[in-house]
């Protein structure tokens, strides 16, 4: 069974340059997180689909993330404009429920210069 | 606010020893923690979990350990190997509530 797929694996982009990063979760997983982990932390989560809808998207900046899950599978996550600060690796997981094991990907690893 | 946290940022072992990774938790209304494995440049890798009507739980050379008591959670790798080098992190979940992770201890394993 194919895991948790994330692309890309590494963007490097200059301060205030959008930037997006896409997801396709574990066939048949209903609930996706967004994570954002910087060095040497744990991931901390930026937002929860169950299937389209966003249920917990308290922790994601507003002002310049967004995110979106079209027909309850991929998931893409975008930043505009993007900020020093805004490096981190951001990580999708993908659980069949929300109450259930959460399994993740690889990660983007972006680098804001 | 309350959270997850870990004794030691780093561990270092020889090959073969059994490694002992400590978490504690504040948050008494946790019902469901869980231990994962990250290799650098990679996502976290799930090892095993355990709810709290359980206070042991063991897997292929890994056990989990929860005393509810004085909130801490640990992990036990039997006979540890070079592959097992990598950042452990222990989460935790209260119900429905989001999953919320500790910063992370550091495995080095000798050869």
């Known amino acids: 069974e194919a895991g948790v797929v994330q692309s890309p694996r590494y963007k490097i982009i200059e301060k205030k340059q959008p930037v997006a990063f896409w997801c396709n979760p574990i066939?048949?997983?209903?609930?996706l997180y967004w994570y954002r982990q910087n060095l040497g932390q744990g991931p901390e989560l930026l937002i929860r689909?169950?299937?389209?809808?966003?249920?917990?998207d308290s922790q994601l900046p507003k002002d310049r993330f967004s995110a979106e899950r079209l027909k309850g599978v991929d998931s893409t996550l975008k930043i505009q404009p993007a900020e020093l600060g805004d490096s981190a690796v951001y990580l999708c997981?993908?659980?069949?429920?929300?109450?259930?094991?959460?399994?993740f990907g690889p990660g983007t690893r972006l680098l804001v210069l | 606010g309350e959270s997850v946290g870990l004794h030691l940022p780093t561990l270092s072992v020889q090959e073969g020893d059994n490694s002992i990774i400590n978490c504690a938790y504040s948050?008494?209304?946790?019902?469901?923690f869980i231990w994962y494995k990250q290799e650098s440049g990679k996502g976290p890798q799930f090892i095993i979990d355990?709810?709290?009507?359980?206070d042991k739980r063991q897997g292929q050379r890994v056990t989990v350990l929860l005393n509810k008591t004085v909130k801490h959670l640990s992990l036990q790798i039997a006979a540890t190997q070079p592959g097992d080098s990598a950042v452990y992190f222990c989460?935790?979940?209260?119900?429905?509530?989001?999953?919320?992770f500790g910063k992370g201890t550091m495995l080095l394993v000798s050869p």
């Open positions: 989460a935790e979940k209260a119900g429905y509530s989001t999953l919320t």
């Open positions: 355990i709810r709290s009507n359980m």
């Open positions: 997981a993908s659980s069949l429920v929300a109450e259930e094991t959460q399994y």
């Open positions: 948050n008494s209304a946790s019902d469901y």
């Open positions: 066939s048949g997983h209903n609930t």
């Open positions: 689909y169950e299937n389209e809808e966003a249920v917990d």
